[in-house]
């Protein structure tokens, strides 16, 4: 497991990025893997840094896995701000028009549809947040 420790502000997104980026390009991950990996670090790491500490700041922990059985990636998030489950929202209905729908979900909703598996747990004073990517 290798681990990246930042503070959750959006400015630090492109460190956050360029973490696991490295760490894809070592596994030689397809453009396709790393594109749907990428935007779905963005949506979780920029969701964290606005909400998590909100209106302070706190620290967050990106942390980078593989397994091999089956060959995956998995990112996992780590923050101690309020506990909050982005799981526990329903869906948008992305049938209706943006307008009428109402304001947020639609980076879970992405997330989900990227990530191979995508689960949240609150233990022991921290939000961990898994994407897992089959490759």
């Known amino acids: ?26 596994l030689g991950c397809s453009p396709t893997d790393q594109f749907q990996i990428d935007v779905a670090v963005e ?3 920029v969701n964290i840094a606005s909400y998590a500490y909100s209106p302070e700041e706190g620290p967050a ?3 980078f896995e593989t397994s091999q059985d089956p060959s995956s990636v998995i990112v996992r998030f780590v923050d101690w701000g309020a506990p909050y489950d982005p799981l526990a929202r329903p869906d948008p209905d992305i049938r209706r028009p ?3 729908r109402p304001r947020g979900g639609l980076g879970v909703f992405v997330t989900r549809q990227y990530m191979d598996g995508v689960d949240y747990q609150y233990r022991d004073g921290q939000n961990i ?4 990517k089959r490759l």
Not at 1 to 26: G, H, I, Y
Not at 129 to 132: D, S
């Open 43 to 45: 949506e979780v790491f």
């Open 1 to 26: 497991m290798k681990e990246l420790s930042v503070q959750a502000t959006a400015k630090n997104l492109p460190q956050v990025l360029e973490f696991v980026d490295a760490n894809l390009e070592a």
């Open 129 to 132: 947040l898994t994407l897992t």
């Open 98 to 100: 943006l307008r009428e």
């Open 61 to 63: 922990a990106v942390r």
